[in-house]
């Protein structure tokens, strides 16, 4: 089959790095601080539930955009200490405003834009900014630019707000535009530039007693990765070679993403890993099926790590071995966390650099997202 459009995958390097036992004991001091100001926070059976989360993690470590998870001087802190709330009254150090979580995302987002082309002599043909986790116009990815005088030069597009599957429309996005771009181009090709930056630790919330954010808080990370898409092959990663998007029927609620007054909002119905077990195979093997391919042809599966149980009812339910062929899904949770929609290209880049994942072995990308959306690509590996 013939190559949609080939993409190279660089992770970013920004923030600062935590060890997941410290990470959670942060967690667990800072709702004991909160409680001691509000009688009303029950601290313990919270810290109990931090313990048993993170203990079924598999996680090891993590990155934050921010330093607050690394110390206690709360009279330094960046997003945890005490704020205004936006008529001027001041708001508790737990309790940050939206206002400062975007300050924060906007802040970090321009540092790892300019990175990301730092190195670049032209300007790619197109440049995207994909992210859920902050709001920022212009976007990082158009200060960038412009600081390289190349606004006039560069296409620019967005992705926002689809969750930990972005990565994959974006990509199919971008291939679709450099194959226009390159057949409009002497020699014949375009090259896109994808910068994406997912900033999920600040949407966290030290005195939440929720499990469904305790659960957020114990798995969910900072990532950016930049993504350059080719028309043509040239020192290319891997070939894309499709992609799918399925909405799962009746699960509209299962899972939401939502702007709130104070931060954005995730529900996650204890019911996604069931919903992903008894409709992530029909979708992958309808799609895979468009190239008379099944689900034993694939070598190696790219299974976004939303946590272990996500990854293994996926590997479950395609009748793979997910100790086997999704390898990368489950070293990148354990090193990484899920780093939302960086998490999957984070992956990417581990089969690329892998040996012992040839030349033409063929990988195909899972991910689930906000609807319940099941997101899958095709991509061979380039020599």
Not at 32 to 41: L, N, Q
Not at 140 to 161: K, N, T
Request: net charge negative.
């Amino acid at each position: 089959m013939s190559p949609r459009a080939y993409l190279s995958v660089r992770p970013l390097d920004f923030g600062y790095d935590l060890d997941q036992p410290s990470g959670v004991e942060w967690m667990k001091g800072a709702l004991r601080r909160a409680a001691a100001e509000d009688d009303t926070i029950d601290a313990d059976r919270a810290a109990r539930y931090y313990d048993v989360v993170a203990r079924r993690s598999s996680i090891e470590s993590r990155r934050s955009a921010i330093d607050d998870y690394l110390h206690d001087d709360w009279d330094r802190m960046r997003l945890h200490a005490p704020g205004a709330r936006g008529d001027g009254a001041p708001a508790a150090w737990h309790h940050a405003t939206l206002d400062r979580r975007m300050e924060l995302f906007a802040e970090t987002a321009e540092a790892v834009a300019r990175d990301a082309f730092a190195a670049d002599d032209a300007p790619p043909d197109v440049a995207m900014q994909v992210s859920c986790t902050g709001y920022d116009s212009p976007s990082a990815v158009q200060r960038a630019l412009a600081e390289r005088g190349w606004v006039d030069e560069v296409r620019v597009l967005s992705v926002g707000h689809m969750g930990c599957y972005a990565a994959l429309p974006a990509v199919a996005t971008a291939a679709d535009v450099v194959a226009a771009q390159a057949s409009r181009k002497p020699g014949g090709n375009a090259r896109a530039v994808l910068v994406d930056v997912e900033f999920c630790t600040l949407h966290h919330y030290p005195a939440t007693t929720d499990p469904e954010q305790v659960v957020q808080q114990c798995l969910f990370a900072d990532g950016a990765v930049r993504i350059d898409v080719t028309a043509g092959p040239y020192g290319a990663s891997f070939a894309l070679l499709d992609h799918a998007e399925a909405l799962v029927p009746d699960t509209l609620g299962e899972m939401t993403w939502r702007p709130a007054s104070d931060g954005f909002r995730m529900t996650l119905s204890r019911a996604v890993p069931d919903h992903i077990r008894k409709n992530v195979a029909g979708v992958v093997e309808r799609f895979l099926a468009r190239h008379g391919l099944a689900i034993a042809d694939v070598d190696v599966w790219a299974i976004h790590p939303g946590g272990p149980r996500v990854i293994e009812s996926t590997a479950q339910a395609l009748g793979v071995d997910d100790a086997v062929k999704a390898t990368h899904s489950h070293a990148v949770l354990r090193e990484r966390g899920n780093m939302s929609s960086t998490t999957l290209p984070h992956i990417w880049d581990r089969i690329a650099r892998d040996e012992s994942v040839p030349a033409g072995a063929l990988v195909c990308s899972v991910a689930f997202g906000p609807g319940l959306t099941v997101v899958t690509n095709l991509m061979r590996k380039e020599g």
